[in-house]
């Protein structure tokens, strides 16, 4: 535990800390995931020289600090308190910077905005799983134009109600678990904590024959709804229910060396204790335009440090945002390598294919001369 980190009592994994004076790895992840979900990593990179840091982020785990509850104020899960989480952390281990940086999923676009705001301390930064579009910006040269430059941020919505309108209704995860009903649905689903998580873990990974995903044409209600269930589900359907059909059998679950039933026991037991609320907020956060305007603080800033996107090729999450990696790798990262897609992996790409990555990120912070940055 490390405590007094921007308002939070940190609970963190760590490898390679024996020695002083290593470069850091700073691993941020995703949801509905831990710290834990980097613990076929964790060994490899600590291995390879550096103090491996993963912490259950705000919201999540053995971390506190933070208020449980629907009606808890939001602002503290907003990515600009989450990004001063990660740089909290940073100087609270005794660093001035990182030698490496990664984050998966939601981990994703706060580790984006470290480098953003602060690559004197995020000198590269390494994205999975969740491309970053580049923070939301003002309306350029509007100073002439007689209508009002500022329009109200209606396109989600409008999303949302051409799917509630397709002959088969629809509606997207991001929305539903937004919801008040979400966490409680997902937290005493019907067929237990534990089926539910085997189920979801299953699904969304490689393991599940029918994850074959491809680049989205356009941002509409049609295209969204070639999407698997789990990511633009049927309206009115709980997430335990849209993904209880995909269970695995015995012999897929005892087949799963990535997660064994003891592993995936860490889960049931950590999200049995907590519930999904406090990760289900920054999914709030993403959803309201107002807790999102003091992004635009870094209106046209692009990251401008050595990048790497990785995700897995029977990954949906590359291609959910509709057209983000296009804008990742043309307009909002200066510096970003090749986009890296795993055979074998679907969206856990850290616990399908750990050597796969930990080579992959090896390698790219040999090239970008990370592994000289230390404590000092």
């Given at each position: 535990m490390i405590h007094g980190v921007n308002g939070l009592d940190v609970h963190i994994l760590e490898a390679g800390y024996e020695r002083l004076g290593r470069p850091l790895a700073l691993l941020l992840h995703g949801?509905?995931?831990?710290?834990?979900?980097?613990?076929?990593?964790?060994?490899?990179?600590?291995?390879?020289?550096?103090?491996?840091?993963?912490?259950?982020?705000?919201?999540?785990?053995?971390?506190?600090?933070?208020?449980?509850?629907?009606?808890?104020?939001?602002q503290p899960f907003s990515l600009l308190n989450m990004t001063r989480d990660a740089l909290g952390l940073v100087s609270a281990l005794g660093y001035r910077r990182t030698a490496m940086l990664v984050g998966h999923d939601f981990g994703s676009p706060v580790a984006a905005n470290c480098a953003l705001a602060r690559?004197?301390?995020?000198?590269?930064?390494?994205?999975?799983?969740?491309?970053?579009?580049?923070?939301?910006?003002?309306?350029?040269?509007?100073?002439?134009?007689?209508?009002?430059?500022?329009?109200?941020?209606?396109e989600n919505q409008q999303l949302m109600a051409a799917l509630a309108s397709l002959d088969r209704?629809?509606?997207?995860?991001?929305?539903?678990?937004?919801?008040?009903?979400?966490?409680?649905?997902?937290?005493?689903?019907?067929?237990?904590?534990?089926?539910?998580?085997?189920?979801?873990?299953?699904?969304?990974?490689?393991?599940?024959?029918?994850?074959?995903?491809y680049p989205l044409q356009a941002r509409t209600a049609e295209e969204f709804a070639r999407m698997p269930t789990y990511y633009v589900m049927d309206l009115g359907k709980t997430m335990p229910e849209t993904v209880a059909p995909f269970l695995p059998s015995a012999a897929e679950i005892l087949a799963c060396t990535w997660l064994t039933e003891l592993e995936l026991g860490v889960y049931t037991e950590e999200y049995g204790r907590t519930g999904f609320q406090g990760a289900l907020q920054a999914y709030r956060v993403h959803a309201d335009p107002d807790l999102n305007a003091e992004l635009r603080l870094f209106s046209g800033k692009t990251i401008d440090v050595p990048s790497l996107f990785i995700g897995g090729k029977r990954d949906w999450g590359t291609y959910a945002a509709q057209g983000a990696v296009e804008l990742m790798k043309t307009r909002a990262a200066t510096r970003m390598g090749d986009i890296?897609?795993?055979?074998?992996?679907?969206?856990?790409?850290?616990?399908?294919?750990?050597?796969?990555?930990?080579?992959?990120?090896?390698?790219?912070?040999?090239?970008?001369?990370?592994?000289?940055?230390?404590?000092?």
């Amino acid at each position: 535990m490390i405590h007094g980190v921007n308002g939070l009592d940190v609970h963190i994994l760590e490898a390679g800390y024996e020695r002083l004076g290593r470069p850091l790895a700073l691993l941020l992840h995703g949801f509905p995931d831990l710290a834990y979900g980097w613990r076929h990593v964790m060994p490899i990179l600590a291995d390879a020289g550096y103090h491996v840091v993963a912490p259950d982020q705000r919201g999540y785990g053995c971390t506190t600090g933070w208020v449980n509850g629907y009606d808890a104020p939001l602002q503290p899960f907003s990515l600009l308190n989450m990004t001063r989480d990660a740089l909290g952390l940073v100087s609270a281990l005794g660093y001035r910077r990182t030698a490496m940086l990664v984050g998966h999923d939601f981990g994703s676009p706060v580790a984006a905005n470290c480098a953003l705001a602060r690559p004197d301390v995020f000198p590269s930064v390494v994205l999975m799983s969740a491309p970053f579009p580049g923070p939301p910006a003002f309306p350029f040269n509007t100073a002439d134009s007689e209508a009002s430059a500022v329009q109200p941020n209606i396109e989600n919505q409008q999303l949302m109600a051409a799917l509630a309108s397709l002959d088969r209704p629809r509606t997207h995860y991001q929305h539903y678990l937004s919801t008040r009903a979400a966490n409680d649905d997902m937290w005493h689903p019907p067929q237990g904590l534990h089926a539910f998580l085997r189920a979801f873990f299953h699904v969304k990974s490689a393991d599940w024959p029918e994850n074959n995903p491809y680049p989205l044409q356009a941002r509409t209600a049609e295209e969204f709804a070639r999407m698997p269930t789990y990511y633009v589900m049927d309206l009115g359907k709980t997430m335990p229910e849209t993904v209880a059909p995909f269970l695995p059998s015995a012999a897929e679950i005892l087949a799963c060396t990535w997660l064994t039933e003891l592993e995936l026991g860490v889960y049931t037991e950590e999200y049995g204790r907590t519930g999904f609320q406090g990760a289900l907020q920054a999914y709030r956060v993403h959803a309201d335009p107002d807790l999102n305007a003091e992004l635009r603080l870094f209106s046209g800033k692009t990251i401008d440090v050595p990048s790497l996107f990785i995700g897995g090729k029977r990954d949906w999450g590359t291609y959910a945002a509709q057209g983000a990696v296009e804008l990742m790798k043309t307009r909002a990262a200066t510096r970003m390598g090749d986009i890296e897609l795993i055979d074998g992996a679907g969206h856990w790409v850290q616990q399908e294919q750990p050597d796969r990555l930990s080579t992959l990120l090896l390698d790219f912070i040999e090239e970008t001369g990370g592994a000289e940055h230390t404590a000092s």
